[in-house]
Nanobody, 127 residues
């Protein structure tokens, strides 16, 4: 069982930066692929970025490439999403997710591939 708690959301002007954090419980955290998804009002939840268990592999949705960076700290059970050059279209609730596929190199991008979810943190980017 894994519990995920996101933090770091807020209101920022376009062009600004935010860093989201996800604190995970459970001794097996370091074996999971971790990801960030987001959901804007009236839209489906969409994939943002993922990182495999070792941190050696990352995947990003095209719209955030070059602006967002996902990282993990297995010693402290943390996953982070550094978001730079934010745009109004980045406004959404951001969710942390864990894929229980131990020590897998894959970085899945579908909602259905993830087994555990946090409660979400709101990110609002004003124009």
């Amino acid at each position: 069982q894994v519990q995920l708690v996101e933090s770091g959301g807020g209101l920022v002007q376009a062009g600004g930066s935010l860093r989201l954090s996800c604190a995970a419980s459970g001794r097996t955290f370091r074996s999971y692929t971790m990801a960030w998804f987001r959901q804007a009002p009236g839209k489906e939840r969409e994939f943002v970025a993922a990182i495999n268990w070792s941190g050696s592999g990352t995947v990003y949705v095209d719209s955030v490439k070059g602006r967002f960076t996902i990282s993990r700290d297995n010693a402290n059970n943390m996953v982070r999403l550094q978001m730079n050059s934010l745009k109004p279209e980045d406004t959404a609730v951001y969710y942390c997710a864990a894929d229980f596929a131990p020590y897998s190199a894959r970085c899945a991008s579908s909602v259905g591939d993830y087994d555990y979810w946090g409660q979400g943190t709101q990110v609002t980017v004003s124009s």
